[in-house]
């Protein structure tokens, strides 16, 4: 009899996807078709797994959304960004922890959870660092932070790279060749 697999803490995997596609002619990048099948479809198949639940932040289109995990839109007027979209879905969700994903890459690391949270860390942030460059959108971030989102927001700052600053977020490195930050956006990379 082989012992039991481990189980994987719960937390919320929460997909961005309340953008308003400037790059994209005004397109709901979630939604658009990649290898047959929309954008979003590609990412839960890959991450919904062994999440608790599936939150995807959308301020359109909620209905086709809906049919890939619980959908909540943002609390503050006039798109003002992913910290936006954050702010909704920690509040919604019901894990201590959420993962935060964008909704135009539609081959995300699919040991990104265990990797941020196996990190050690004195902040409630952890964020994926792939070498080169900060990827502030592909991050695990504790429910904790939630009082803190909102009181940056509500100073009227919008920068995710600030506020993780300000809460000592800590980046873990991602720096090999399985892990995949590409997104998707625009129109020419819809063929790669």
Not at 69 to 86: K, R
Not at 123 to 131: E, P
Not at 147 to 165: I, N, P
Request: aromatic share 8%; with cysteine; hydrophobic share 35%.
């Amino acid at each position: 009899m082989s012992a039991p697999a481990p189980q994987t803490p719960p937390y919320s995997l929460l997909i961005l996807a309340g953008g308003q596609g400037r790059r994209m002619q005004g397109r709901d990048k979630g939604l658009i078709d990649w290898r047959g099948q929309p954008l979003i479809a590609h990412i839960c198949a890959v991450m919904a797994g062994d999440a608790g639940e599936v939150l995807i932040s959308c301020n359109r289109n909620i209905e086709r959304y809906a049919r890939y995990g619980l959908t909540i839109c943002d609390s503050l007027p006039d798109f003002p960004g992913p910290l936006a979209g954050l702010l909704s879905g920690l509040e919604a969700a019901n894990n201590p922890q959420v993962l935060l994903l964008p909704c135009d890459n539609p081959q995300p690391p699919s040991d990104l959870y265990q990797r941020l949270s196996a990190a050690s860390a004195s902040s409630g942030i952890r964020f994926a660092y792939d070498g080169e460059r900060d990827q502030y959108l592909y991050a695990l971030i504790n429910r904790s932070e939630l009082a803190s989102l909102r009181d940056y927001l509500a100073s009227g700052r919008r920068s995710v790279k600030g506020w993780y600053a300000e809460r000592g977020a800590v980046a873990v490195g991602f720096d090999d060749q399985q892990a995949n930050f590409s997104n998707i956006n625009r129109q020419e990379n819809l063929g790669e």
